[in-house]
């Protein structure tokens, strides 16, 4: 366009350079000039990719007056008549020859191609064919060779080809206009094939313009050297021949180098694709443009169940649960009409379909790729199955948590560490406790916790969590709070103190339980103890009452029984002595057996006595030497008895802890009936000590009377008898009195005996009954 | 100043009143045996008192036989006043009781008794028993009145 213009220009300024190049050349003419300025504006406001309403209108009108210039003025040839359409478009006035001549008639055939191709730019045949580019070819070729015609100088040109006579310049801006509509759709049409980043592409950019170069200049050389008069005919066609071929060849093995080195990269690119593709941690599909797999790695084989390979050529919508797939195609081809990197199906549950029918929840990002024939989709897809899983267990752990502390019986806190308590979080426990709302007490929105504190013991709170927080421990306190309706109530509380991280606030979070009820019940304990202990009292007192009057009781037992009995005896006595006479023979025995039983009684009520004594002492545990009781014991019965000859064996140092006035009565039965048993026996022996052993016991033995095994349990029954007065004399109260004394020591009492064979008494103290056990 | 012949007999059980005199007798111990039948009637007897106004106060018994168990006035309590009062507390007092109970014993010695004998329940026994206290401390015993 704008050498058209300078062309112009020069016609109006009469300029020789400007209208031909070099004299004697063809002359550009005005019209062509014209035509060439409207065949720039035109391809200036088709260049843009989509241009639509007035601009494409402009370009196409601009491109529609070439046509009808080239088209008018080729007419004119055919009819050989002057449609004067030169003097129509030009309202200069006709200064001479030439300035109104007409354009040659290739230049109008050029123009005419030129403007269908304008016109055209944007049409195709099924898609593929684009008529543009074969009008175009034909201009360029025709243009191309007005341009050699010239280099070559070959005058004969115009006269092989009558129509041409076309100016220099005037092909040459045919080429670059021819190569500028093309330029104009890189993208589309044949021109696709020279623009792409394929290997093809790359190869022609480099061969095209080389070989045109080269060819067309071996060829100049050629001429003029012949030209010249350098070598003939034959000889310049055989240099130019070989020079070409020579040049060819370097030209094809430079490129094939080039080509060999970015063919590496792109297989080496490929390669890292493919191992990057399969290495990707997470599935992925790349979808073709027509809605089939195109590629799919092992992680996406996996996730769906497919063998190696098998997903390649299935319709995508095979991934997708059935109730879904048919809206799945509308929103693919939704997707395709505005491609861009997203993630799909964000805020809501997506699924996949695995090939074993099972459906996969899953997280998908998309992302559109050129491809050829349209755009592919790389699909990434993430199983969130497990993630699911841990969100729902997530959820349902804070369901729990959340029912578990709306359902505490007291209210769970987080507060600020400030004068108010401001509270952070507070569970709806504080409607019981307190009265208000949670939201009351949210950021002190009606009033702050702190003013629920009983006034007297805010500065006690607030001194004990501060001395907490500075040991950084825990605390617990119980305080009192004044509810919503005025009453005041017990809390207790604990908490501790959350660190605020990165220098943040320091939280305390804890928990306050209404402790009313509990201090109530602990004042009820504390009142029912001292109930308790005033009855315990009081029954101690009964106790010691009725213990006194069993005292007075055996007290009187003594005195009082023991006294008529001293009197019938006494009396008895004195008729003996001094009434023998008169009473007779018969009436001294009778007075005799009256004395028999009194004491007899007497003996009773003593062993009676003792007994009782037993039973009221109260131990005083002290260390005692049983052996030395036991030599004691056998003394005074031997006292009782000198004529007895009883053979002794008394174990020495048998030392234990006990009440050594009892352990002496104790013994006294023991020995005492051992003594009183063996009275018959024509050997006896009486013998004292302590078996070996872990559970050693303490024994009384003898080889006297013994008794019938099968009675051994009545043994310790008071007034039990196991042998008649007449054989041996006795209350039966004797071994229930040493039973009593071994049991309020916490042993045990057990006889083992026969008839006629012995009886061996053994006995244990208190659990203490080792050797060399001492207080 | 008279010459302590009497035996005051402190003793509410009228047959041990009885078998105590004749267990003395047949001891050959021929002081007089003054019964006082419980522990108040010992009191005036001694202190010439009530039903014993009139009586000589310095007429002292050589020999006090007192029994714990009494009505109105227990022994102990007799012997604690006899102890007590200057004009009595040198006259040997001896517990003749049936009690065996340990406390009687020891509360007996403790407030100043002289002696400490059980009553048995045999009369054989029990006429030796006096027979032995009669003559000891009627007959060997020096009294410091």
């Known amino acids: 366009m704008l050498i058209g213009g300078i062309v112009l220009i020069g016609w109006f300024a009469n300029i020789e350079t400007l209208k031909s190049l070099h004299s004697g050349w063809a002359t550009m003419k005005t019209t062509t000039a014209l035509c060439f300025v409207l065949s720039g504006l035109s391809l200036l406001l088709l260049s843009g990719i989509s241009v639509a309403g007035t601009v494409a209108g402009a370009g196409r009108l601009s491109a529609a007056l070439v046509l009808v210039a080239g088209g008018v003025t080729l007419l004119s040839y055919g009819l050989d008549t002057d449609l004067g359409i030169e003097n129509i478009m030009y309202l200069l006035p006709d200064d001479g020859a030439g300035l109104t001549g007409k354009m040659s008639p290739g230049t109008a055939l050029c123009f005419t191609l030129t403007g269908l191709a304008l016109l055209t730019i944007d049409m195709d045949i099924n898609g593929r064919i684009r008529p543009t580019e074969y009008l175009l070819f034909a201009v360029g070729i025709t243009a191309l060779f007005a341009s050699a015609g010239y280099l070559y100088e070959a005058e004969s040109l115009y006269t092989f080809f009558p129509i041409s006579g076309m100016a220099l310049h005037t092909a040459l801006l045919f080429l670059v206009l021819t190569v500028g509509i093309l330029a104009a759709r890189p993208r589309r049409g044949l021109i696709a094939i020279l623009t792409t980043l394929n290997g093809g592409g790359f190869m022609a950019r480099r061969l095209l313009p080389v070989t045109v170069a080269l060819v067309i200049g071996i060829g100049w ?31 094809i093995w430079y490129v094939a180098g080039r080509y060999n080195r970015v063919d590496a990269e792109r297989r080496n690119a490929q390669l890292r694709f493919q191992r990057i593709f399969e290495a990707a941690p997470n599935a992925m599909i790349l979808m073709a443009p027509d809605g089939h797999i195109d590629l799919a790695n092992r992680e996406a084989e996996y996730l769906f169940g497919y063998n190696p390979g098998a997903l390649h050529g299935l319709p995508v919508e095979t991934l997708i649960p059935a109730d879904l797939r048919d809206a799945h195609a509308g929103l693919r081809r939704d997707y395709l009409i505005r491609p861009e990197a997203r993630v799909m199906g964000k805020g809501r549950e997506l699924h996949a379909q695995r090939s074993d029918g099972t459906r996969v929840p899953v997280e998908i990002g998309l992302g559109p790729v050129p491809d050829i024939g349209g755009t592919a989709v790389l699909a990434v897809v993430i199983d969130v199955s497990q993630r699911r899983q841990a969100e729902a267990a997530l959820h349902a752990s804070e369901r729990k948590l959340a029912t578990l502390i709306s359902n505490l019986p007291g209210m769970v806190y987080s507060c600020r560490n400030d004068a108010d308590w401001t509270m952070t979080f507070i569970s709806d426990g504080c409607h019981d406790l307190t009265g208000y709302d949670p939201a009351d007490l949210l950021d002190n929105r009606t009033l702050a916790y702190a003013d629920l504190i009983h006034p007297d013991d805010r500065a006690v709170v607030w001194t004990a969590v501060q001395a907490a927080l500075a040991e950084a421990r825990p605390f617990v306190m119980e305080y009192r709070i004044v509810s919503r309706d005025g009453r005041i109530k017990w809390v207790w509380e604990k908490g501790h103190v959350i660190r605020g991280e990165r220098g943040g606030e320091d939280l305390i979070e804890g928990f306050i339980q209404d402790s009313s009820d509990r201090r109530n019940a602990e004042q009820a304990l504390r009142d029912a103890n001292l109930e308790l202990e005033r009855r315990v009292r009081e029954r101690t007192a009964q106790l010691e009452n009725i213990n006194q009057e069993l005292e007075a009781f055996s007290y009187s037992v003594s005195h009082d029984l023991r006294t008529p009995l001293r009197g019938i005896d006494g009396f008895s006595r004195i008729l003996l002595q001094s009434h023998a006479d008169v009473l007779g023979e018969q009436g001294r025995h009778y007075l005799e057996r009256v004395r028999a039983g009194t004491q007899r009684m007497g003996a009773l009520i003593d062993d009676l006595l003792t ?5 009221r002492r109260e131990l005083m545990p002290e260390r005692v030497d049983l052996s030395v009781i036991a030599k004691e014991l056998i003394r005074e019965l031997q006292q009782t008895e000198p004529d007895r000859e009883v053979t002794i064996s008394i174990q020495p140092d048998v030392i234990v802890s006990g009440d050594a006035s009892l352990l002496r009565i104790l013994l006294q039965n023991l020995l005492g009936n051992a003594w009183k048993f063996t009275s018959t026996t024509t050997h006896p022996r009486i013998e004292f000590g302590q078996t070996r052993g872990n559970a050693a016991e303490f024994y009384v033995r003898d080889n006297g009377a013994g008794f019938d095994a099968a009675y051994a349990e009545k043994l310790f029954v008071a007034f039990q008898r196991l042998h008649s007065a007449d054989e041996f004399e006795g209350t039966g109260i004797g071994l229930a009195t040493a039973h009593r004394v071994v049991r309020k020591h916490g042993g045990t009492l057990r006889g083992e005996g026969r008839v006629g064979a012995g009886a061996t008494f053994y006995f244990t103290l208190n659990g203490i009954n080792g050797e060399g056990a001492s207080v | 100043m008279k010459t302590a012949e009497t035996i005051l007999l402190v003793e509410d059980n009228p047959d041990d009143e009885e078998l105590t005199r004749m267990a003395l007798r047949n001891s050959n111990i021929a002081n007089t045996v003054i019964a006082a039948h419980d522990g108040a009637e010992a009191l005036e007897y001694l202190f010439c008192t009530g039903e014993y106004a009139d009586r000589d106060r310095d007429d002292r018994p050589a020999l006090i036989l ?8 227990n022994g102990l309590e007799v012997l604690k006043r006899i102890r007590e009062d200057p004009h009595t507390q040198l006259i040997p007092v001896v517990v003749l009781t049936t009690s065996r109970e340990e406390q009687d014993l020891v509360a007996s010695y403790r407030i100043g008794a002289n002696s400490y004998l059980c009553k048995p329940v045999d009369f054989d026994n029990f006429a030796a028993a006096v027979h032995q206290l009669g003559m000891y401390w009627l007959l060997l015993n020096q009294p410091a009145i």
């Open chain 1, 611 to 615: 007994l009782s004594r037993v039973s």
């Open chain 2, 66 to 73: 007192l029994d714990i168990n009494l009505p109105k006035i």
């Open chain 1, 221 to 251: 050389v050629r001429w003029q050297g012949e030209l010249a008069g350098h070598y003939d005919t034959a000889l310049g066609l055989t240099l130019y021949t070989t020079a070409n071929v020579i040049t060819l060849i370097a030209v």
